[in-house]
């Protein structure tokens, strides 16, 4: 159980264009999604919380006009890079909580989304 | 505020030799604790998870840590390295606040030699 899926696993795109990423929770109801970013050899860096049918809240220094998050539903959210530029190459993971457990502070991984913008 | 330190950003054992990693952390309050490991290119998976039951917590694969409140440490160990322990590892201490949210150590890398 608690399997976390993204999609695509990777994507390359032209700079300018916009491009999203799907993070689902397979086999459970997820009160809460993170996305991260990780650049080469580097730890995970938090950019935002997503709460199922609320904004969702970025962390600081990060563009919430250039990464744009919706969870529409307690199995899905989306981030979308848009207008993206060489710069926003990077790994991107998602991650989610559980609705329902009292250890709702474990979050499960996506197998990360590796974004290349030529 | 919570923080995390992994002591050693390599380390390298030989097959079949024990592996330790080491990571403290700062907290004003008990923590939940946890170790996820990372394969390259892959996303993170969680080894082990401390949340004030016991001290020592055996995890998957194998892994196990000891909560030590008195060094405010919580190293990773395993008996006997395999080749396929080989990969990034986190120590992460959940934040204090409602939102759950993690605090990354900056990661060890293990290398395993045949």
């Known amino acids: 159980g608690a399997v976390v899926s993204q999609h695509p696993s990777r994507v390359i795109c032209k700079s300018g264009t916009s491009v999203k990423i799907e993070c689902r929770s397979l086999?459970?109801?997820?009160?809460?999604m993170f996305w991260y970013r990780q650049f080469p050899k580097q730890s995970l860096m938090l950019m935002a919380t997503?709460?199922?049918?609320?904004?969702?809240?970025?962390e600081q220094g990060v563009e919430k006009d250039k990464f744009l998050i919706n969870h529409a539903s307690l199995t899905l959210s989306t981030l979308t890079v848009t207008s993206a530029h060489p710069e926003d190459s990077s790994f991107y993971i998602c991650?989610?909580?559980?609705?329902?457990?009292?250890?709702?502070?474990?979050?499960?991984f996506g197998p990360g989304t590796r974004l290349t913008v030529l | 505020a919570q923080s995390v330190t992994q002591l050693d950003s390599h380390v390298s054992v030989s097959e079949g030799t024990p592996v330790l990693l080491r990571c403290n952390y700062s907290?004003?309050?008990?923590?939940?604790l946890f170790w996820y490991v990372q394969h390259p290119n892959k996303g993170l998976q969680l080894l082990l998870k401390?949340?004030?039951?016991?001290?020592l917590v055996k995890g998957i694969n194998g892994f196990e840590a000891e909560f030590k409140k008195s060094e405010t440490s919580f190293h990773l160990t395993k008996p006997s390295a395999h080749m396929s322990d080989a990969a990034e590892y986190f120590c992460?201490?959940?934040?204090?606040?409602?939102?759950?949210?993690?605090?990354f150590g900056s990661g060890t890398r293990l290398l395993v030699r045949p």
């Open positions: 991650s989610a909580s559980h609705r329902v457990l009292k250890s709702s502070d474990t979050q499960y």
């Open positions: 086999d459970f109801q997820a009160t809460t």
């Open positions: 997503s709460n199922e049918g609320s904004k969702a809240t970025y």
């Open positions: 907290s004003s309050y008990s923590p939940s």
């Open positions: 401390y949340t004030s039951a016991a001290t």
């Open positions: 992460v201490v959940s934040g204090m606040d409602s939102s759950y949210k993690l605090i």
